[in-house]
């Protein structure tokens, strides 16, 4: 069974600082998403991530692949207070009718403190 | 920009009672999902489906739970006797397939007393 975590799982920063959440999988999978979720609202497609060594950048988020370590970042630079939200990463399972289903994170919660 | 969007937004339901939630994925998209996420907890996968049959299920997805596509725009999910535990947010999802990500609507949030 495909287990993602991701740490923190609480995170409060400071505007303007940097700080990356990490979020690890446990098989195999060269697909991984990064979603944001503003309380009540619905997830915001942030970056998809297709292969070993992918990056990708948006404005103050950058989000990094290594399909070897199991591992995908979240990068936080110089944090603005618009940035906080729920970030979900999450793994697709691609199965033999293609894109099936995504298995998320437990997601971390971003406070950026004034 | 085209969207996922579902109705109602809301539904208050008392236990026992059937409800159905509808969704209308984007346009020229293949796959569809229903997702929920209990208040706080993390989203789960309950189902996905691709021409006109599901196409894998998760284990919260038993046999109270059942999916239709009834015409060539909407997506339902009924729930025919609601539990307690069923209380959640539930999102609509599509996508057309290959790589590209899933996109989620709005959500219904669905209490059950």
């Known amino acids: 069974e495909l287990k993602v975590e991701q740490n923190p799982l609480f995170l409060s920063m400071q505007e303007g600082k940097n700080y990356t959440i990490y979020c690890n999988y446990s098989?195999?999978?060269?697909?991984l998403y990064w979603y944001r979720q503003d309380p009540g609202k619905s997830l915001e497609s942030l970056f998809v991530?297709?292969?070993?060594?992918a990056v990708k950048q948006e404005g103050r988020l950058m989000a990094s692949l290594d399909t070897k370590a199991r591992l995908s970042t979240l990068h936080i630079t110089a944090a603005v207070h618009d940035l906080s939200a729920t970030y979900f990463c999450?793994?697709?399972?691609?199965?033999?009718?293609?894109?099936?289903?995504?298995?998320f994170g437990t997601g971390t919660r971003l406070t950026i403190i004034p | 920009e085209p969207e996922v969007t579902q109705t109602p937004s809301h539904q208050v339901t008392q236990m026992g009672q059937e409800v159905i939630l509808r969704c209308v994925p984007i346009?020229?998209?293949?796959?569809f999902y229903w997702y929920r996420q209990i208040l706080g907890q993390k989203v789960e996968f309950l189902v996905s489906?691709?021409?006109?049959?599901?196409?894998?299920k998760s284990e919260i997805f038993d046999d109270q739970f059942s999916v239709e596509r009834p015409d060539g725009s909407n997506f339902t999910l009924k729930i025919r006797s609601t539990k307690l535990e069923d209380s959640a947010m539930y999102f609509c999802?599509?996508?057309?397939?290959?790589?590209?990500?899933?996109?989620f609507g709005p959500g219904t949030r669905l209490l059950v007393l």
């Open positions: 098989t195999t999978s060269d697909r």
């Open positions: 999802a599509s996508s057309d397939g290959g790589v590209e990500t899933q996109y």
């Open positions: 489906f691709y021409n006109n049959e599901i196409s894998e």
């Open positions: 346009s020229n998209h293949l796959y």
């Open positions: 991530l297709l292969s070993n060594g």
């Open positions: 999450a793994v697709d399972m691609w199965g033999d009718f293609g894109n099936e289903k995504l298995t």
